[in-house]
């Protein structure tokens, strides 16, 4: 947890680059080097070929809402002084089965009930922004495309 009282995620070996690509601003997502599939969240082993090889190609950033919840209290003091706010999962450009949580932001750095919830739509296009909450955590977040 964050200063903020912020939920941050827990870095390990296999997610590093994943959270590594990020603070560099980019989009990255496992890709198995035996069949081709992309996989995520990361993992060791193909779940289609059972390869151990895979590297970590990065995105185009293009995704569309798949889904999204807007969160109401009772939630943890830092999430509900914002709320109501957005959690969208969304599916990416490149294999609509690669699903990502994140949320809907007006613009690159804008909070994250910046978007009014009944306006977003399932299916609308959204791109890729990254934000650091904290001193070593940049999160995915989405604008509208
Ligand atoms: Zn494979």
């Known amino acids: 947890m964050s200063d903020a009282g912020l939920l941050l995620p827990e870095f390990d070996e296999e997610t590093a680059p994943f959270w590594e690509?990020?603070?560099?601003?980019?989009?990255?997502?496992?890709?198995?080097?035996?069949?081709g599939r992309?996989?995520?969240?990361?993992?060791?082993?193909?779940?289609?070929?059972?390869?151990?090889?895979?590297?970590?190609?990065?995105?185009?950033?293009?995704?569309?809402v798949w889904s999204f919840?807007?969160?109401h209290?009772?939630?943890?003091?830092?999430?509900?002084?914002?709320?109501?706010y957005n959690v969208?999962?969304?599916?990416?450009?490149?294999?609509?089965?690669?699903?990502?949580?994140?949320?809907?932001?007006?613009s690159e750095g804008a909070p994250i009930n910046s978007v009014d919830p009944a306006t977003i739509e399932i299916g609308e296009s959204v791109r890729v922004v990254f934000e650091r909450v904290a001193d070593d955590v940049v999160?995915?977040?989405?604008?509208?495309a």
């Open 21 to 35: 690509a990020a603070a560099r601003g980019e989009l990255v997502v496992q890709r198995c080097d035996a069949c």
């Open 38 to 64: 992309l996989r995520f969240p990361p993992r060791p082993v193909c779940p289609w070929c059972q390869s151990f090889k895979f590297s970590w190609p990065a995105m185009s950033g293009r995704a569309s």
């Open 69 to 71: 919840v807007v969160p």
């Open 73 to 84: 209290p009772p939630l943890l003091p830092a999430y509900g002084d914002v709320a109501p």
């Open 88 to 106: 969208i999962v969304v599916a990416l450009e490149e294999d609509p089965t690669i699903r990502m949580v994140g949320n809907l932001v007006v």
């Open 139 to 144: 999160l995915p977040r989405w604008v509208r």
